[in-house]
């Protein structure tokens, strides 16, 4: 599979909770009025959403916290950036879908902010290397070997898919089910580097070293 181009995405952080919506079935609003011609892309994109929103609720699940059911999908006519999330709003650059036809994943990354809804987004890098975590690691299915590598200090700081890669790591072996966590800890505005030790016994920093060595 031809690697993609991976621009930085834009979050938004919103001001509330997740959206406690009991059974409510899930709305998924599309708007191309901008780009009609891209309806078939957004169609499909549409199709992603509503297929991978309960898996990616289930993955990031909180007891008594419910993801939320009204989602807009937005195709704006623009040449800068490529997706961004504002509440439960999906923003995608129509010169990005235009170059990338192919690149249905950047809206299964903007649908994982949707579900994260946290309070803050801080720190970025945690809440960006879940979201990549869940696109390439998930959806994707890259395997561990394909994640950069930075060989620098805290290069987890990253994020994105250098952080995603982490995870993966991290998960397969040392501490599976630490994404979750880590996404429990984020919507709660607990979210402290001390939870990888708490977790693994050893630091972040640590737990860095002996990835960048490891196979």
Not at 77 to 99: H, L, P, Y
Not at 144 to 165: C, D, I, M
Request: hydrophobic content about 40%.
């Amino acid at each position: 599979m031809k690697q993609l181009l991976v621009l930085p995405l834009v979050l938004l952080i919103p001001l509330c909770r997740p959206v406690v919506a009991d059974d409510a079935p899930l709305h998924v609003e599309l708007d191309s009025s901008e780009v009609p011609h891209l309806t078939e892309w957004g169609e499909d994109a549409k199709a992603l959403v509503v297929r991978w929103h309960p898996r990616i609720s289930n993955l990031l699940a909180t007891k008594d916290v419910e993801s939320p059911r009204r989602i807009t999908l937005r195709l704006r006519k623009s040449d800068k950036r490529v997706g961004a999330t504002s509440g439960t709003t999906i923003t995608i650059s129509s010169s990005w879908i235009e170059k990338h036809p192919e690149d249905l994943g950047l809206v299964l990354h903007e649908l994982v902010h949707v579900i994260q809804s946290y309070p803050s987004g801080k720190p970025w890098w945690v809440t960006e290397g879940i979201a990549d975590y869940l696109r390439w690691g998930i959806y994707e299915g890259k395997e561990q070997k394909w994640f950069p590598r930075p060989k620098e200090k805290q290069g987890y700081k990253k994020g994105y898919r250098v952080t995603a890669g982490f995870l993966l790591w991290l998960e397969s072996d040392i501490a599976p089910g630490i994404v979750k966590k880590l996404n429990t800890a984020m919507r709660n505005g607990k979210y402290s580097d001390a939870l990888f030790k708490m977790e693994t016994g050893q630091s972040l920093d640590e737990l860095w070293d002996r990835y960048m060595v490891s196979k």
